[in-house]
């Protein structure tokens, strides 16, 4: 395996609905006042596409529906369509906190995992290899929804601080197809609206709250996995 990104402190993510005319508002001020993440290319945002998994029971569904405090959701995340830079995450929700481990994966591992295959995971030393290999064969975690969206991201040293806009959220509904960057998608959505996070470690410096000041969002607790399988019958 690759390099490893596990135990990362818990953080907190606040999450937001936001129009096209706010959006452009606080574009503005977050590029006269902070950096832009090193992925967005001359200023352009960058491609990211998750592949979520569930259980046979749909736990990470309902139990975000059902508004369960603690709870685990399981992906594989790629970047502009490539396998150059594959990622088994597990994003844990700790109350009011997120904590998210990482670990790179090979390309032959991803495809198995996709495959619903766990065997490859049966030696691995990584905590979070384990714990997959653990609910694949015990909950029978399998692949549910492909979830696409563009990133423009902002950062700032103190308390980690990391603004994004997450920009035409698609759903590739029931494909598997991670790699194929043609793959055929849709708005799972109906509303002019983009998605803002907003995410810090223990407070959100003045600074910054200064530069949030005034913007009109809808503050919401949305989650990309749930609104792209809206199109999918479920028990």
Avoid: W
Avoid at 40 to 55: H, K, M, Q, T, W
């Amino acid at each position: 395996m690759q390099q490893k990104r596990n135990g990362l402190p818990a953080r907190h993510e606040l999450k937001y609905f936001i129009n096209p005319a706010e959006l452009e508002v606080l574009r503005q001020r977050l590029r006269g006042a902070l950096e832009m993440d090193s992925h967005c290319v001359n200023g352009e945002p960058y491609a990211i596409r998750s592949l979520y998994f569930d259980d046979v029971e749909d736990s990470a569904f309902y139990d975000k529906q059902a508004g369960v405090m603690h709870r685990d959701k399981y992906r594989i995340r790629i970047y502009n369509f490539s396998d150059r830079a594959i990622f088994l995450e597990r994003k844990r929700k700790m109350g009011d906190l997120i904590q998210k481990s990482s670990v790179a994966i090979t390309r032959r591992l991803c495809d198995q995992l996709i495959d619903g295959n766990p065997s490859g995971l049966y030696r691995a030393q990584n905590p979070l290899l384990q714990d997959m290999y653990v609910q694949m064969r015990t909950k029978l975690l399998r692949p549910r929804v492909i979830v696409d969206y563009e990133r423009e991201a902002y950062i700032h040293p103190a308390e980690d601080v990391r603004i994004t806009f997450d920009l035409t959220l698609r759903s590739g509904l029931a494909s598997r197809e991670l790699f194929n960057p043609k793959l055929p998608t849709v708005c799972p959505h109906d509303r002019n609206v983009e998605i803002l996070e907003v995410k810090f470690n223990n407070y959100l410096p003045d600074y910054i709250n200064a530069l949030l000041h005034g913007i009109s969002a809808e503050r919401s607790a949305v989650s990309k996995y749930i609104l792209c399988r809206r199109f999918e019958p479920l028990g």
